[in-house]
């Protein structure tokens, strides 16, 4: 795949976090970990393009989260 560089501005603290997952080899670089993130949101908009398609409009919000949590994709209701 071809890049480009481009520049951004982000959060410091943003930044630290991402410098940090580099020093602890979870990523390559912080061109690597930015462009993971950018992947997984293109990801996430690819899908959800996709079920409004198959749902002629956004999902409905109680689908969307059954689904999450189903997928464990937020952390579990507290009952108490």
Known sequence: ??????????????????????????????????????QARQDRDRSLATLADLYGGPPPADELDAARRSLRLVPPVAVG
């Open 1 to 38: 795949m071809r890049s480009e560089r481009v520049t951004v501005t982000l959060p410091a603290e943003m930044v630290a976090e991402a410098k940090e997952a580099v020093r602890n080899g979870t990523a390559a670089s912080l061109s690597a970990y930015v462009a993971e993130a950018v």
